[in-house]
């Protein structure tokens, strides 16, 4: 009888080798382009507001189709991966982006930005649960969070490559400039990504039909594997996995923590990076020191996202998502009500929230892939995405229309600390209610 190896057992008990290694540095590329091209709009937004001759606020529109593309994205195209792979669903979903953002160098009214940006934003939303998902089924259990979020901080990296590309490019090519940048990196990557990116050796497992691809796939991790064996996941059948599963098996209430965690804190991530610099702008900054300070604040985003990832593993997971959300809070508080502060004081305050609302964003991801197991991680985290992503309409909406009026433009982010206390407490319960998404070992 053949030997049953289970990928779970040789991932785990083995270190990290250069085929994993390559398959995080590809998942962490497609969420930087992924990042890059969410955020281009919002550097460009007051650029684009005086050319077109609009009022302050009234480009919501743009920023919120694209954030309704991001969310039907990730709840019906993402979970696609269930079925046909990660691999296939990642590529694709580049090649479709990449190519949508070079149209919108067509856009001449808001109208034809909007649907571009709906457009785009499909794309968008199928590639970054799949690269995390991808990422996560290569990593240790004991290294997965530290994974997850490594790979996460791609899309705080390439919304400071959007921030450097506008601040750059902007003033002398004008701002469709940034979006030929947007649109070549993803297709460019999407050439490597065929070439280079694995499928999930747990995905292939599953499938009785991919059984020598999953033992090609396991050789790079365990080169010794010999031919009379069968690659096991252990798991509910693979291609079939569908929403309600989210629900069975004691599932539910982890799901619903999850969907209310993930609604708030993206409702405050976009709220925030959507109006930043046009909030800023409004405060008496120039374009240059608007993009320069949005630009720091996801460079603090970074930061917390690694320092939160390195301690996730050692002090839990649920914990420092929590911390992560308390600096959020305490940064959106100073930044709302302390009015006389300098830049520098300013773009340090502003660092400390994105420590917080990136951080705490990318620890929930982390969060996602241990609540589900293989064959429902694209679905379940695709799903939390889509949910997050309502709050990433509401959030930025309300507060365009908040802006277009007040008075004193920071004063808006006083209505982050609302969201934050929710997702905290969602986040508590789930650290109450979460069933570890680890596959038990199988051998022999």
Same mark, same amino acid.
């Given at each position: 009888?053949? #030997?049953?190896?289970?990928?779970?057992?040789?991932?785990?008990?083995?270190?990290?080798?250069?085929?994993?290694?390559?398959?995080?540095?590809?998942?962490?590329?497609?969420?930087?382009?992924?990042?890059?091209?969410? #955020?281009?709009?919002?550097?460009?937004?007051?650029?684009?507001?005086?050319?077109?001759?609009?009022?302050?606020? #009234?480009?919501?529109?743009?920023?919120? *189709?694209?954030?309704?593309?991001?969310?039907?994205?990730?709840?019906?195209?993402?979970?696609?991966?269930?079925?046909?792979?990660?691999?296939?669903?990642?590529?694709?979903?580049?090649?479709?982006?990449?190519?949508?953002?070079?149209?919108?160098?067509?856009?001449?009214?808001?109208?034809?930005?909007?649907?571009?940006?709906?457009?785009?934003?499909?794309?968008?939303?199928?590639?970054?649960?799949?690269?995390?998902?991808?990422?996560?089924?290569?990593?240790?259990?004991?290294?997965?969070?530290?994974?997850?979020?490594?790979?996460?901080?791609?899309?705080?990296?390439?919304?400071?490559?959007?921030?450097?590309?506008?601040? =750059?490019?902007?003033?002398?090519?004008?701002? /469709?400039?940034?979006?030929?940048?947007?649109?070549?990196?993803?297709?460019?990557?999407?050439?490597?990504?065929?070439?280079?990116?694995?499928?999930?050796?747990?995905?292939?497992?599953?499938?009785?039909?991919? =059984?020598?691809?999953?033992? /090609?796939?396991?050789?790079?991790?365990?080169?010794?594997?010999?031919?009379?064996?069968?690659?096991?996941?252990?798991?509910?059948?693979?291609?079939?996995?569908?929403?309600?599963?989210?629900?069975?098996?004691? /599932?539910?209430?982890?799901?619903?923590?999850?969907?209310?965690?993930?609604?708030?804190?993206?409702?405050?991530?976009?709220?925030?990076?959507?109006?930043?610099?046009?909030?800023?702008?409004?405060?008496?900054?120039?374009?240059? #020191?608007?993009?320069?300070?949005?630009?720091?604040?996801?460079?603090?985003?970074?930061?917390?996202?690694?320092?939160?990832?390195?301690?996730?593993? %050692?002090?839990?997971?649920?914990?420092?998502?929590?911390?992560?959300?308390?600096?959020?809070?305490?940064?959106?508080?100073?930044?709302?009500?302390?009015?006389?502060?300098?830049?520098?004081?300013?773009?340090?305050?502003?660092?400390?929230?994105?420590?917080?609302?990136?951080?705490? =964003?990318?620890?929930?991801?982390?969060? *996602?892939?241990?609540?589900?197991?293989?064959?429902?991680?694209?679905?379940?985290?695709?799903?939390?995405?889509?949910?997050? %992503?309502?709050?990433?309409?509401?959030?930025?909406?309300?507060?365009?229309?908040?802006?277009?009026? *007040?008075?004193? *433009? %920071?004063?808006?982010?006083?209505?982050?600390?609302?969201?934050?206390?929710?997702?905290?407490?969602?986040?508590?319960?789930?650290?109450? %209610?979460?069933?570890?998404?680890?596959?038990?070992?199988?051998?022999?």
């Amino acid at each position: 009888m053949p #030997q049953a190896v289970n990928v779970a057992e040789v991932i785990d008990t083995r270190a990290v080798g250069p085929f994993q290694l390559r398959a995080f540095l590809l998942c962490a590329a497609v969420l930087f382009v992924d990042g890059f091209d969410v #955020q281009a709009i919002t550097y460009v937004v007051p650029t684009i507001t005086r050319e077109w001759g609009l009022v302050r606020g #009234q480009l919501w529109p743009a920023l919120t *189709a694209g954030l309704v593309g991001v969310m039907l994205g990730a709840m019906f195209l993402a979970p696609l991966a269930d079925r046909v792979g990660r691999r296939r669903v990642i590529v694709s979903s580049c090649v479709a982006f990449g190519s949508l953002s070079l149209l919108t160098l067509a856009a001449d009214t808001l109208s034809s930005l909007v649907v571009l940006r709906f457009l785009t934003g499909l794309g968008l939303g199928s590639a970054l649960p799949n690269a995390i998902g991808l990422a996560s089924e290569y990593a240790p259990h004991k290294h997965r969070a530290l994974v997850v979020m490594f790979v996460g901080s791609g899309v705080s990296l390439g919304a400071i490559g959007a921030g450097i590309a506008a601040t =750059q490019l902007v003033a002398p090519f004008g701002w /469709r400039a940034v979006f030929v940048v947007g649109g070549i990196l993803p297709l460019v990557l999407a050439v490597l990504l065929a070439r280079w990116l694995p499928e999930s050796i747990r995905f292939a497992a599953l499938l009785p039909n991919r =059984q020598a691809e999953a033992k /090609r796939l396991l050789r790079k991790i365990k080169p010794e594997l010999g031919d009379d064996v069968v690659i096991a996941s252990h798991g509910a059948e693979a291609g079939k996995a569908t929403v309600l599963d989210l629900f069975a098996d004691g /599932r539910g209430l982890a799901t619903v923590c999850l969907w209310v965690a993930f609604f708030m804190s993206l409702l405050n991530v976009y709220l925030a990076i959507n109006w930043l610099p046009t909030s800023l702008e409004a405060s008496g900054y120039t374009d240059a #020191q608007a993009s320069a300070m949005t630009t720091l604040y996801h460079v603090g985003g970074v930061v917390g996202t690694y320092a939160i990832g390195l301690l996730m593993d %050692r002090l839990g997971a649920h914990r420092m998502v929590l911390v992560a959300l308390l600096f959020a809070a305490v940064g959106f508080y100073t930044f709302a009500t302390a009015t006389e502060m300098q830049q520098w004081t300013t773009t340090a305050v502003l660092a400390l929230a994105g420590v917080g609302v990136i951080g705490g =964003q990318v620890g929930a991801n982390a969060l *996602a892939t241990m609540t589900y197991p293989v064959a429902m991680r694209a679905t379940g985290l695709g799903w939390a995405l889509g949910v997050g %992503r309502v709050g990433s309409i509401v959030g930025p909406t309300i507060i365009g229309l908040m802006l277009a009026s *007040a008075a004193d *433009a %920071r004063s808006v982010y006083l209505w982050c600390l609302a969201p934050i206390t929710v997702g905290m407490i969602a986040i508590a319960l789930l650290k109450r %209610r979460t069933m570890p998404a680890r596959e038990p070992v199988t051998v022999g």
